[in-house]
């Protein structure tokens, strides 16, 4: 009762406040018109777009950046675990002077960083590196071609899930084979073979239906093909640094649990020391990294909220904007909690699912 009694304290001095400053209250004003410029979108946008659809813009740019950032620092998170319980030394103390740095430091000022001293020290674009044909780097973005589908995509789509799924279907008669018979058969590099081939062949029986867009330099920019902007490019970049140092010490902790006597049966038995990593330590280690890895995930989308100290349109950044246009302050917010919410409980339950597989259970 005393919780309600204060919620509902809360609610009505909010709302008195609103009719004070002749603020309307409700959610009626997503369908009005934005006249909000947003640079980078995922789907079709133009200002006359009402602020609902704008909001959308940004939730899914911070979608885009959340997940991108997840993949690529847990790949490097892992690197770094590895390398700091290597044998070799240089490998090992380079990895902990990165733990040690990146934790130490602030996420906005690696951001700061990356954006206006890495970034910004790239060439003009009519100065741009070019990587390759079509991939250039300036301190405008990186471009790269824009992949598009031709005649015959629709088939060669089909042909690729038909891929995936015999890929699939043949990992797992891999394992299952392994527990019936105990021989081993590489169910991941068979099942990646299938599925290259299939797709390989599929693509040039449907006459190549996959074009590209390569950009272009006209007048002071890139026209066409496929752009990174500096904004998102800092974002992820520092992102990936900043949480791969945190994921990093669990991966170092989840293998330094697994018992010393394992490692050495396998020494004796000869197995090498890659084979040990990949099919001894990093295995068990998931049941002590998973836990600590969901916080870590949690707080990097959290953390995506700082892209509006650098100009990205994220949810957070677009959401100021429609504030400071028609003070719905409380209902922007409530949707900003709702969609982070949502997002991390997504991410919760997919990590205690994995986390259920991997746990150790005692017969």
Same mark, same amino acid.
């Given at each position: 009762?005393?919780?309600?009694?204060?919620?509902?304290?809360?609610?009505?001095?909010?709302?008195?406040?609103?009719?004070?400053?002749?603020?309307?209250?409700?959610?009626?004003?997503?369908?009005?018109?934005?006249?909000?410029? $947003?640079?980078?979108?995922?789907?079709?946008?133009?200002?006359?777009?009402?602020?609902?659809?704008?909001?959308?813009?940004?939730?899914?740019?911070?979608?885009?950046?959340?997940?991108?950032?997840?993949?690529?620092?847990?790949?490097?998170?892992?690197?770094?675990?590895?390398?700091?319980?290597?044998?070799?030394?240089?490998?090992?103390? #380079?990895?902990?002077?990165?733990?040690?740095?990146?934790?130490?430091?602030?996420?906005?000022?690696?951001?700061?960083?990356?954006?206006?001293?890495?970034?910004?020290?790239?060439?003009?674009?009519?100065?741009?590196?070019?990587?390759?044909?079509?991939?250039?780097?300036?301190?405008?973005?990186?471009?790269?071609?824009?992949?598009?589908?031709?005649?015959?995509?629709?088939?060669?789509?089909?042909?690729?899930?038909?891929?995936?799924?015999?890929?699939?279907?043949?990992?797992?008669?891999?394992?299952?084979?392994?527990?019936?018979?105990?021989?081993?058969?590489?169910?991941?590099?068979?099942?990646?073979?299938?599925?290259?081939?299939? #797709?390989?062949?599929?693509?040039?029986?449907?006459?190549?239906?996959?074009?590209?867009?390569?950009?272009?330099?006209?007048?002071?920019?890139?026209?066409?093909?496929?752009?990174?902007?500096?904004?998102?490019?800092?974002?992820?970049?520092?992102?990936?640094?900043?949480?791969?140092?945190?994921?990093?010490?669990?991966?170092?902790?989840? $293998?330094?649990?697994?018992?010393?006597?394992?490692?050495?049966?396998?020494?004796?038995?000869?197995?090498?020391?890659?084979?040990?990593?990949?099919?001894?330590?990093?295995?068990?280690?998931?049941?002590?990294? $998973?836990?600590?890895?969901?916080?870590?995930?949690?707080?990097?989308?959290?953390?995506?909220?700082?892209?509006?100290?650098?100009?990205?349109?994220?949810?957070?950044?677009?959401?100021?904007?429609?504030?400071?246009?028609?003070?719905?302050?409380?209902?922007?917010?409530?949707?900003?909690?709702?969609?982070?919410?949502?997002?991390?409980?997504?991410?919760?339950?997919?990590?205690?699912?994995?986390?259920?597989?991997?746990?150790?259970?005692?017969?």
């Amino acid at each position: 009762m005393a919780v309600l009694g204060v919620a509902y304290l809360l609610f009505s001095n909010t709302q008195r406040n609103l009719e004070i400053r002749g603020i309307e209250s409700g959610f009626a004003f997503l369908w009005q018109e934005a006249g909000l410029p $947003i640079g980078d979108s995922l789907i079709d946008y133009d200002p006359s777009r009402g602020y609902g659809y704008a909001f959308l813009v940004g939730v899914l740019n911070t979608l885009l950046v959340s997940i991108l950032a997840i993949v690529f620092a847990t790949l490097l998170g892992i690197v770094v675990g590895v390398s700091r319980v290597s044998k070799n030394w240089l490998l090992a103390k #380079c990895a902990s002077i990165y733990v040690e740095t990146l934790r130490n430091l602030p996420l906005l000022l690696i951001l700061f960083f990356v954006y206006t001293v890495v970034l910004a020290s790239f060439p003009h674009p009519r100065e741009a590196i070019e990587i390759a044909e079509g991939y250039y780097i300036s301190k405008r973005g990186i471009y790269l071609p824009r992949p598009l589908a031709e005649d015959g995509f629709a088939v060669f789509a089909i042909a690729s899930v038909v891929a995936l799924v015999l890929a699939l279907v043949f990992w797992r008669w891999a394992r299952n084979y392994k527990v019936r018979t105990g021989r081993s058969v590489s169910g991941f590099w068979g099942g990646l073979a299938i599925f290259v081939v299939l #797709c390989a062949l599929s693509y040039f029986a449907s006459d190549k239906p996959i074009g590209s867009e390569l950009p272009v330099y006209k007048g002071f920019n890139f026209k066409g093909g496929f752009a990174l902007k500096p904004e998102f490019a800092a974002l992820l970049l520092g992102l990936v640094l900043y949480t791969a140092a945190f994921i990093g010490e669990n991966v170092r902790s989840g $293998i330094q649990s697994v018992h010393a006597g394992q490692i050495e049966a396998a020494n004796a038995l000869g197995v090498s020391s890659g084979v040990v990593t990949r099919q001894v330590l990093l295995p068990q280690a998931l049941r002590v990294t $998973i836990p600590a890895t969901t916080n870590d995930y949690a707080s990097l989308v959290k953390n995506s909220s700082l892209a509006v100290a650098i100009g990205y349109p994220d949810m957070v950044s677009v959401g100021g904007t429609i504030i400071g246009q028609n003070g719905q302050a409380v209902e922007i917010i409530a949707m900003w909690m709702a969609v982070y919410l949502t997002i991390n409980l997504f991410i919760s339950l997919g990590m205690n699912v994995l986390n259920a597989r991997v746990q150790i259970v005692e017969r």
